[in-house]
């Protein structure tokens, strides 16, 4: 029941700004945390971006908290990361992520290549 879309992934070059959402259904809106992770070839996935269910409490990685921006939009069901300035070390799946209990739940993944 629960699922989560992302879409927005593509290629750009460094520099280059992006606009990932990811639209959720299954579960009330604003009831849980969201965030987005990512995960590069060979690398185990890692936490980019976290945003409490009301949006007043954000974390983002050391790596990208300059530059990325995490927002959701409760009433439209929808987080998105909105990604500046970005460099080839950004370049990876990025997944939707939620929590409900102690079960995740994922989005199919979003390509993002950084790449001149």
């Known amino acids: 029941q629960v699922q989560l879309v992302e879409s927005g992934g593509g290629l750009v070059q460094p520099g280059g700004s992006l606009r990932l959402s990811c639209v959720v259904s299954?579960?009330?809106?604003?009831?849980?945390?969201m965030s987005w992770y990512r995960q590069a070839p060979g690398k185990e996935r890692e936490l980019v971006a976290t945003?409490?269910?009301?949006?007043?409490?954000?974390h983002y990685a050391g790596s990208v908290g300059g530059r990325f921006t995490i927002s959701r939009d409760n009433a439209k069901n929808t987080v998105y990361l909105q990604m500046n300035l970005l460099k080839p070390e950004d370049t990876a799946v990025y997944y939707c992520?939620?929590?409900?209990?102690?079960?995740?739940?994922w989005g199919q993944g979003t390509q993002v290549t950084v790449s001149s």
């Open positions: 992520n939620t929590k409900i209990g102690f079960q995740d739940y």
């Open positions: 945003i409490s269910s009301r949006g007043n409490s954000i």
């Open positions: 299954g579960f009330t809106s604003g009831s849980s945390p």
